[in-house]
């Protein structure tokens, strides 16, 4: 049956940013409402099973009375409040027993996927739903946590190209998660209901490759006892995901290329063709341009799988995330060890040095590592491995404002805003002569106001949301400063 989150929220930036990560967390069913229409969303909606509430008009609290409504109207329903990270909401104890938790703004993608497993739990003991609308997998999304934006753009394209039959091409450096990528895009897919089957063009060997993609009857060949299937048989009605296509033999490329472009295949052995219902996603880390210059790759066979390019950034590329990467990575550790080890400001402050060659798979190893070394407890600088500690920086770095600025919007995790805060104090050095602090804290706020504006496009909410202060003051410093957004000026 077909359940529905219900997103409750006149505040259109928040609300925005709320759909689309319930979205991406597999939550299908998604509906906005406003103050103006709510009750129509929820009023005998047997599908409904959960509203996140927000702020209504011009106030940034949920409103009692509409609090006091939804549960007249759907006393079944769980309610989440949202509430801004500055400003936690105090409710009438009659209210506060009867919701179902606050989600604070802004969202953190553990807290969000806690919510909803709590919500999938519910309902399974209810008997009101199965697993296909709740079924999730926190594993395939923590290589894309981060607010950088190269990572919100894949985000982005993977709505895009997942409800399409489009085949995808996913390049970029091993260890950035290009399978994780396959897999939403798979799991967006109006195929989510069918098979996702990966296979390894690099691991498989070339004389058993055939019969691995296409299957083979029995006695086709010394040692076939037995007729079996292949993975495109395997992957009827979902997705094959060709994992580093550029390794597969010339061969193999010219037989490939024939499926893609008739939609059939043989298993090796028989004349009986068969249908290729499935979806392509291919990958690899190999420049395929360069590879068909130098003859190992088929440039025809290149137009057929480059449909819709993802390329995936490396993480020193997004190393803004890393705080929120090493956020969701603890956290995982603490789900499935009951382990929780955490970074100091200082060891951050290292492990945004490293190039990290091995990106987001090398990061998650060293965090496994890093728990087994410190289980429960705070690492330290020393405590890396040595090629870590290598590219520590032996002074501290001045970080200039509008990088500072993009730091502030890496993410809401504690990890993260320390991280900015140390890059904040170590560029505040005393001069010699002294100086007028307050003018220096203002030039300091009226900079980074400037710098937010800058990231946020101008839209003063979303700049509010990184400067984490709620709009109203933000608008009173523009005014204090004479910041203006553009030709329109502060108002919106």
């Avoid at 970029?172 to 897999?183: D, Q």
């Avoid at 009857?217 to 010394?222: A, I, L, W, Y």
């Avoid at 929120?324 to 951050?348: D, F, K, M, P, Y």
């Avoid at 998650?364 to 491995?385: F, T, Y």
Wanted: with cysteine.
């Amino acid at each position: 049956m077909k359940t529905t989150l219900l997103v409750l929220d006149d505040e259109p930036e928040r609300a925005n940013e709320l759909c689309l990560l319930l979205r991406f967390l597999e939550e299908p069913h998604v509906v906005r409402a406003e103050s103006s229409n709510w009750r129509a969303h929820v009023e005998d909606n047997t599908h409904l099973r959960c509203v996140f509430l927000g702020s209504q008009g011009d106030d940034d609290r949920p409103p009692v009375e509409i609090l006091y409504a939804i549960r007249a109207l759907a006393p079944r329903v769980t309610l989440i409040l949202i509430e801004e990270a500055d400003r936690p909401l105090r409710l009438p104890a009659t209210l506060e027993t009867s919701c179902g938790g606050h989600l604070v703004h802004p969202f953190r993608y553990a807290q969000l996927s806690q919510i909803l497993s709590r919500l999938q739990a519910s309902t399974h003991r209810e008997g009101r739903g199965g697993t296909g609308s709740g079924r999730r997998n926190t594993e395939l999304f923590r290589s894309l946590v981060g607010h950088s934006p190269s990572i919100i753009r894949l985000r982005e394209l993977i709505q895009r190209v997942a409800p399409s039959e489009s085949t995808v091409l996913v390049l970029g450096e091993s260890g950035t998660g290009k399978e994780v990528v396959a897999r939403n895009v798979h799991y967006f897919s109006n195929r989510n209901q069918g098979p996702f089957v990966p296979v390894n063009c690099g691991a498989i060997p070339d004389n058993l490759l055939e019969s691995e993609l296409f299957g083979h009857e029995k006695g086709s060949f010394t040692g076939a006892i037995s007729a079996r299937r292949g993975r495109f048989e395997l992957a009827r009605g979902g997705t094959l995901f060709l994992d580093e296509i550029g390794d597969m033999p010339l061969n193999m490329q010219v037989k490939l290329l024939r499926v893609l472009q008739e939609r059939t295949f043989e298993r090796v052995g028989s004349d009986r063709s068969l249908e290729a219902d499935v979806r392509i996603v291919a990958a690899t880390h190999h420049d395929l341009e360069e590879s068909i210059k130098t003859g190992a790759f088929r440039e025809d066979l290149y137009y057929r799988l480059n449909v819709f390019p993802i390329e995936m950034p490396s993480l020193r590329e997004r190393i803004e995330d890393l705080p929120l990467l090493v956020e969701e990575l603890t956290e995982r550790i603490a789900h499935e060890q009951g382990i929780r080890v955490s970074l100091n400001i200082a060891t951050l402050r290292s492990l945004s040095h490293y190039p990290w060659p091995g990106n987001v798979r090398e990061l998650a190893n060293l965090m496994e590592r890093l728990a087994i070394l410190k289980p429960s407890g705070q690492v330290e600088p020393n405590d890396l491995p040595t090629k870590f500690r290598a590219y520590a920086p032996a002074e501290p770095v001045a970080v200039e404002l509008p990088v500072m600025a993009r730091l502030v919007a890496a993410g809401p995790g504690s990890a993260d805003v320390s991280f900015t805060h140390l890059s904040a104090v170590e560029r505040a050095s005393l001069p010699a002569d002294g100086l007028d602090l307050r003018q220096y804290i203002m030039d300091l706020e009226s900079s980074l106001i400037q710098s937010a504006l800058e990231e946020a496009n101008g839209i003063v909410a979303h700049a509010a949301s990184l400067l984490k202060m709620r709009r109203t003051t933000l608008v009173e410093k523009m005014r204090k400063y004479n910041i203006r957004r553009g030709d329109d000026g502060i108002d919106e």
